[in-house]
């Protein structure tokens, strides 16, 4: 059997060859790029640390913003720093596509400490730069982000807005990593107004980080759900969901988030009244958190202990916190 591509004379047999050399040509490929996302996430990251130790600016900065998104998981400590790094860059305008994504990610940092002020002034700055810019895409992700330091601060009217029109947006594209994130916010968002809403977006949110090809996303998805789970009383389904994604996220390296998870835990079984299995996860939430040093949660572990114990009627010990 012959076939004439391009004016030349080929075999039946020359045409599978080819074909067969461009099908492991392009499983070769995927292998590669779905490697990268086995690997447990705290490999990936120092990989990619160690490559860029060198790089100069403004090569670097795409880098940065990847390293800062994969230590938003491990450590909100180094997340930060390397968001600075991008931030102290004085050729960057602030319209500027890199400076917008960076000051994204930074409103998350300034909400996971607590700086609510600083986060809601920064999202309205960055929500502004990014229709300057002009990319609907970059606009959404500001909004994203903007819901949820409105909803901390208590701007509810503005961050039922900003979901409404995420959401929207969220309809009609493929990236299931923005999908994701924009149906976590929406979780949050009704967390204390719709339970059945809530754990609607909760389920999207799960789905499309199983598709993700992240792990610590499903992980962090899982978290969720026990949150929502947790805040309808569900103790059993809040126990299940918390140690999930605990066990994702501790094959992943993802120390904070795992540390999140453990502590949860902790609270889940003293919610159950299994005292003894509670201190066990509280003792190693309070290591995992000495280990990234972020002291405002090792704070709250203390406090947890406290309410432990006080729970116990150990009141001796519970004084020491």
């Not at 490697?35 to 790089?55: Q, W």
């Not at 090792?298 to 916190?321: F, H, L, Q, W």
Request: hydrophobic fraction near 40%; include cysteine.
């Amino acid at each position: 059997m012959f076939a004439v591509y391009q004016g030349q004379l080929y075999t039946y047999q020359t045409i599978v060859s080819v074909y067969s050399i461009l099908y492991a040509a392009l499983f070769y490929i995927y292998f590669i790029m779905v490697g990268i996302h086995t690997k447990p996430l705290s490999k990936v990251a120092i990989e990619l640390e160690n490559r860029v130790a060198d790089m100069a600016m403004p090569e670097a900065i795409p880098h940065y913003l990847q390293l800062a998104e994969y230590y938003h998981w491990i450590n909100g400590r180094k997340q930060k720093q390397f968001l600075d790094k991008i931030l102290a860059y004085v050729n960057l305008d602030s319209k500027d596509v890199n400076h917008i994504l960076a000051r994204i990610q930074l409103i998350g940092c300034y909400i996971n400490i607590m700086e609510l002020a600083y986060a809601d002034q920064l999202a309205l700055q960055v929500l502004k730069d990014a229709e300057a810019n002009g990319d609907e895409e970059l606009v959404i992700m500001a909004k994203q982000a903007s819901c949820l330091a409105a909803v901390y601060n208590g701007r509810h009217q503005d961050a039922e807005q900003y979901i409404t029109d995420c959401l929207l947006y969220a309809k009609h594209i493929e990236d299931v990593g923005l999908k994701g994130r924009i149906y976590t916010t929406a979780a949050f968002f009704n967390l204390d107004k719709d339970h059945t809403a809530a754990t609607q977006y909760g389920m999207l949110a799960y789905e499309n980080a199983k598709h993700s090809n992240e792990p610590w996303r499903v992980g962090s998805a899982l978290l969720t759900l026990g949150y929502i789970a947790w805040n309808n009383e569900d103790k059993e389904a809040t126990l299940n969901y918390f140690s999930e994604a605990s066990e994702l996220l501790k094959q992943q390296g993802a120390t904070e988030y795992y540390a999140t998870c453990v502590l949860q835990i902790s609270k889940s079984f003293k919610d159950l009244h299994r005292y003894n299995e509670a201190l066990v996860q509280l003792g190693i939430a309070e290591s995992l958190y000495q280990e990234i040093g972020i002291s405002r949660h090792i704070i709250g572990v203390y406090s947890t202990y406290a309410r432990m114990y006080r729970a116990m009627k150990e009141y001796d010990k519970g004084i020491a916190y």
